[in-house]
């Protein structure tokens, strides 16, 4: 288990943070867990969370990885980017409100430019989902930004 605050790993702030904790960590995979409160941000009437959320844990969860590779190297946490998800697939539509799920990030590729994939998975009982992710974290973040400011009519 890894002690450091998750806010310190992520460019979220506030309710827009969702995963709880960082179980583990390597050079090439990450596993991050959170129990489904009934009342967050996107949560159906019955308390759920609708299963495309996952998309948006499996990229928090690949956010905390690069976040506790540059804390692990005494560097900034930067701001990535999720460019696209394919192969989403999920067995149930929702996630029940107090179900503990665990998600599974493994780099495939990650080249020096900031591009990345990653296979992900969310398991809990009865519950499997899968996706890949295709990210992007500039080497410099915030001069990216605002680069591509400029450029905009």
Known sequence: ??????????????DMIFIEQILS?????IYTRLTVK??????RPD????????IELMAQSVAAYAGCHARQRGDAVEL??????????????????????????IR???DDNG??????????PGIHATARLN?????QAAQYLHETQGTQP
């Open 1 to 14: 288990m890894i002690d450091w605050p998750i806010a310190e790993l992520l460019p979220h702030a506030g």
């Open 25 to 29: 960590f390597d050079d090439e995979q």
């Open 38 to 43: 009934p009342d967050g941000l996107f949560n």
């Open 47 to 54: 308390g759920s969370l609708p299963a495309w959320v996952g």
């Open 80 to 105: 990535g980017f999720l460019l696209g998800t394919r192969k989403f697939e999920c067995n149930v539509e929702h996630f029940p409100a107090g179900t503990e799920l665990t998600i599974h990030g």
């Open 108 to 110: 495939s590729l990650e």
């Open 115 to 124: 591009m990345g994939v990653f296979e992900c998975h969310i398991t809990a």
């Open 135 to 139: 990210v992007f974290r500039p080497p």
